[in-house]
């Protein structure tokens, strides 16, 4: 923060702005890199516990933070013109390849989410997270804000036809993501509060029959899991149960490091993964989750200040949309494994053991990056 | 790039928009953060006890280690009851996610009978959790493999090895012994439920059964970390189990094989007492079973098979067995002659052949007279009374006694009540009185049921070990011991509890003794053929009992009555008698008489005197 401070005279003067300092060069925002390095290696710490000790998983995850940060650098340097520019013909590929995935994808328990290529497997919706919210951001960006009716409709087109190709996947989990990634472009546009309650209100009608027709009968399953685990104690429950076991054992200061019985004893499924905050809960307690939430709520902060920094409504429109998308993650994921929300396959940002989400997020950040330094004669 | 409705763009009230709605959108994180650490707060703060409890008991496993039984033996050191390891097929039904398949899969690799489901069904429902239930027993090496082999698609199918008990000599000791059973549902309310935590096996009948406490030992408990699979990865305490105590027996396995070589395939028992220690020496019932089929829950063919054989072999007979004495009541009812005074050893009755009441025509006949047409001799004393097995001597001593004395003085030989005897299921007989009779069957007692009763006929009923005792309490000239098979626990030896004695000049003793050695070795003696070759005095009488009513003047021929309808035939006897140290008493099931009965004693009382059978 301190940082940042400092910039701010400088970048009054126009001249001054000219040169800057090593980090403003090369489109690094310090604060934000600080407080990722600080969660990346919290995650990495706590991987390894939750992997059973296992090195080579977090050398593994070490190397996805190192891509991530590449991939972070590299998107920073890019100008938001052209991050505007390409936008929209990554969502035409991104959309190519959803088609693609829906004609020759391959899958995995009932549902067909991965396109391979070349021995690479790797999920098109997961791009999409990206490239929605840039889309809907750029077209936004050219129009007079807050948005009207016709430009709604246009966005709500541009979320609509994605998520439904990923709805059909199925993926209800990413289809909502992904869905609510385009809401919040709007809702940082400025959207009309009768459209806000609009939207509410229709929700909350369609609840009903979505849960008649749309949702799959393990979708329903889940929901019904969350809100009473003890009804189906060894099968759907069972991961619920042992994960608030796992929290609620941990108390305040946690058993240790490395001492968490739910996660070592196997009682806690997918511990490096998507419920590894159950580790982190069992083994550092109240106290950890804590320290992880102040780390978490930092970066959110400073992603809101980049947003009411920026100098271009895009960048503004972005910046928030991407602290709020990050958010989401870690809501939707540390919700879930307390048994406030139903289990979806939503990872806790950069702790959680995986690549794909990491590169995602590390993307995100990177325009993150270029936004916080985009130049003041640079795009209005 | 730039297009005409830029220039459209309020740049300061967008800026203004997007400023109230990042504000906005911070409130919106930071509520939804506080809830989420709500959440965490109540979970790891609020609630820390119940989860804390909850991963414990996750993680811990209090095990039960079931006690060695203690094992069996002879008194020679012969083991009758043995542990032997066994391999049980158990499920942990947490670890199943689907029982149905996971049943189904098991009976592709491994047979599981209907009752071993539902012994399974029925300990499923009562289990702790994360306590292995127990599928099947005795696993084969071959299904063991087979288990091995699929163990990896089987999650929660444990395979476990057991101690079981095992008879090594199966049918012979069937009934002296009892065996073991698995636990059966009305059992599991009454035994004490942590002391038989893991274990799967109680004391059914006999021994088993009557020193179960001794034998069961007390439970031992470890904790143990196991993981989410229920393997266990390390002891974190661990309370040794208290072995059972062993037991030794008086039963000797040579007297119980000797016994049972003579009774051979014929129905019948045979109990041998030492009457100095009140020991039982040998203690068969045929026919007998495979003790071993109970142990893991008896097919129910093979059950059914002996449940409704006409030859009753779950039948106990040497303690259930309820057998009218017949005359083998004799020396006893001697001895009740000469207590009352009724009697000496040289009184005499006349022996016409027959008997009748004084004012009454019916003729009570004396066995000898289908025989010779006559009576054993003009005057009999106690001494031919008792060898020749003389009718009309005791219906005179019974008329004169009447039946309440007849029971006051037998009822110390033990008749008439259960022995004591350290087994199960022993039945008590009947030592018929008036009331008896009164209380039992409503009616009076008329006097011509004394004249059946003085020779062991009507109402009266003895199990073979009653008899036994008797003989024994005769052998001890008086002193009299609750029969025992129990020698000593972890030798430390059980003496047999005394009970009041009976006490009586010698010469009473003497003069049934005389009657009885006589018996063998007299030259009438209705048991001579014993005394060929023999080197020692033993002393019997012999008795004969009726399986169905003879009527008045007919004349039974055995060759005109089905098999099942002949005579018992019984025969009681000690030896040496100069200074006893068995008696024994024996029935043969439709035997015909007696003599089918007497070999089996010499044969029994050779082995205890000489370790060996003299007879071929």
């Known amino acids: ?380 | 790039m730039p297009s005409p409705h830029i220039q459209l763009k309020d740049s300061h009230r967008e800026t203004r928009i997007n400023n109230a709605r990042t504000i906005l959108a911070v409130l919106l994180v930071l509520g939804l953060l506080g809830a989420i650490v709500t959440r965490y707060y109540a979970l790891q703060i609020t609630d820390y006890e119940v989860y804390r409890t909850e991963s414990e008991r996750n993680r811990v496993q209090l095990q039960p280690l079931p006690p060695k039984r203690g094992l069996i033996y002879d008194r020679n050191g012969v083991l009758l009851a043995d542990n032997r390891p066994s391999y049980m097929l158990s499920i942990v039904r947490e670890q199943v996610s689907d029982l149905e398949a996971t049943l189904a899969e098991l009976a592709e690799l491994v047979p599981v009978s209907d009752s071993d489901l539902d012994n399974f069904n029925k300990k499923l429902a009562r289990r702790r959790p994360y306590e292995a239930v127990p599928l099947r027993f005795r696993l084969t090496e071959a299904e063991r493999a087979r288990l091995a082999v699929n163990r990896y698609r089987l999650p929660g199918v444990v395979v476990d090895a057991q101690l079981l008990r095992y008879y090594p000599h199966g049918e012979l000791f069937s009934h002296a012994i009892g065996y073991v059973g698995r636990i059966n549902e009305r059992e599991v309310t009454e035994l004490d439920e942590t002391d038989y935590r893991g274990t799967f096996h109680v004391g059914k009948v006999g021994v088993e059964k009557y020193y179960e406490d001794i034998l069961h030992g007390d439970v031992g408990y470890q904790n143990v970390e196991t993981n989410a699979h229920g393997r266990v990865l390390r002891v974190l305490e661990r309370f040794d189990p208290k072995p059972g105590s062993d037991l030794v027996l008086h039963l000797d396995i040579r007297i119980q094989r000797a016994a049972d070589e003579a009774l051979g395939d014929r129905r019948g028992a045979v109990v041998a007492i030492d009457p100095l220690t009140g020991g039982v020496l040998a203690l068969v019932s045929k026919p007998g079973f495979d003790t071993n089929l109970f142990v893991n829950g008896i097919s129910s063919a093979d059950y059914s098979a002996l449940r409704d054989s006409l030859d009753v072999p779950l039948f106990n007979r040497a303690i259930q067995g309820q057998y009218p004495p017949g005359s083998t009541i004799k020396p006893f009812m001697s001895m009740a002659g000469l207590e009352s005074g009724l009697v000496t050893p040289q009184s005499t009755v006349a022996d016409p052949g027959w008997y009748s009441l004084p004012g009454d025509s019916r003729k009570y006949r004396d066995w000898i007279l289908r025989i010779r047409g006559t009576g054993h001799a003009p005057r009999v004393d106690m001494k031919m009374a008792i060898a020749e097995s003389c009718d009309v001597y005791f219906y005179d001593l019974g008329r004169r006694l009447t039946i309440d004395r007849m029971y006051e003085y037998l009822r110390p030989f033990g008749l008439g009540e259960r022995t004591g005897i350290d087994t199960t299921n022993e039945r008590r007989g009947v030592l018929p009185s008036t009331r008896w009779k009164r209380d039992a069957m409503g009616q009076p007692w008329y006097p011509g049921e004394t004249i059946s009763a003085s020779i062991g006929q009507g109402y009266m009923l003895t199990s073979p070990m009653q008899l036994a005792v008797a003989t024994s309490v005769v052998a001890s000239k008086g002193v009299r011991r609750t029969p025992r098979l129990l020698e000593s626990v972890d030798g430390q030896p059980v003496a047999a509890p005394l009970l009041e004695p009976i006490i009586v000049p010698d010469e009473y003793w003497d003069a049934v003794y005389e009657g009885m050695v006589e018996v063998v070795h007299g030259q009438r003696g209705t048991a001579k053929i014993l005394a060929k070759d023999i080197q020692y005095l033993m002393a019997g009488k012999t008795g004969t009992a009726q399986v169905i009513g003879i009527a008045q003047n007919s004349v039974y021929n055995e060759a005109d009555v089905a098999e099942r309808h002949r005579h018992h035939g019984l025969f009681i006897a000690f030896a040496p008698a100069e200074a006893p140290t068995i008696a024994v008493a024996i029935i043969v099931e439709n035997g015909g008489g007696s003599s089918a009965a007497t070999p089996i004693a010499r044969k029994v009382i050779d082995t205890w005197l000489f370790g060996e059978t003299t007879d071929g």
């Open chain 1, 1 to 380: 923060m301190a940082d940042y401070l400092r910039q701010m005279p400088h970048q009054g003067s126009a001249d001054l702005a000219r040169r800057p300092s090593a980090a403003s060069r090369f489109h690094i925002d310090i604060p934000l890199l600080l407080l990722l390095l600080v969660l990346t290696a919290y995650g990495l710490v706590v991987l390894y516990s939750g992997s059973g000790k296992d090195m080579g998983a977090v050398v593994r995850q070490g190397r996805y933070f190192l891509l991530g940060y590449f991939v972070m650098f590299t998107i920073a340097q890019v100008s938001l013109a052209r991050i505007m520019r390409w936008a929209p013909w990554f969502y035409l590929l991104g959309l190519a390849m959803l088609v693609a995935v829906m004609l020759v994808g391959v899958g995995a328990k009932g549902a067909q989410r991965w396109l391979s290529l070349g021995g690479f497997r790797f999920q098109p919706s997961e791009i999409m997270k990206l490239m929605l919210p840039l889309t809907v951001a750029c077209y936004l960006a050219d129009r007079s804000l807050p948005p009207r009716f016709f430009a709604i409709l246009v966005c709500l087109g541009l979320m609509g036809v994605p998520a439904a190709l990923i709805l059909q996947q199925p993926d209800l989990g990413t289809a909502l993501l992904i869905a609510a990634s385009g809401l919040f472009v709007l809702f940082m546009a400025g959207l009309g509060w009768r459209y806000i309650l609009g939207a509410v209100v229709l929700a909350g009608a369609s609840a009903w029959p979505a849960w008649m027709f749309v949702l799959k009968d393990y979708q329903k399953q889940r929901i019904l899991t969350m809100l009473d685990p003890e009804s189906d104690k060894l099968g759907a429950g069972w991961n619920i149960i042992q994960s608030k076991t796992a929290i609620g054992s941990g108390g305040w200061e946690g058993k240790g490091w490395m001492n968490g019985t739910q996660s070592h004893l196997d009682f806690l499924p997918e511990s490096h993964t998507d419920f590894i905050i159950a580790v982190l809960s069992e083994e550092f307690g109240l106290r950890g989750v804590l320290v992880l939430m102040g780390i978490y709520l930092l970066i959110l902060l400073r992603g809101f200040w980049i947003g009411i920094r920026a100098r271009t409504s895009f960048g503004r429109m972005m910046a928030g949309t991407l602290t709020l998308t990050f958010f989401v993650y870690i809501f939707v994921n540390m919700g879930m494994v307390a048994g406030l929300l139903p289990v979806v396959g939503v990872p806790l940002p950069l702790v959680s053991a995986g690549g794909t989400s990491v590169v995602t997020l590390m993307a995100g950040f990177g325009i993150l990056m270029a936004i916080s330094t985009e130049k003041s004669t640079g795009h209005r």
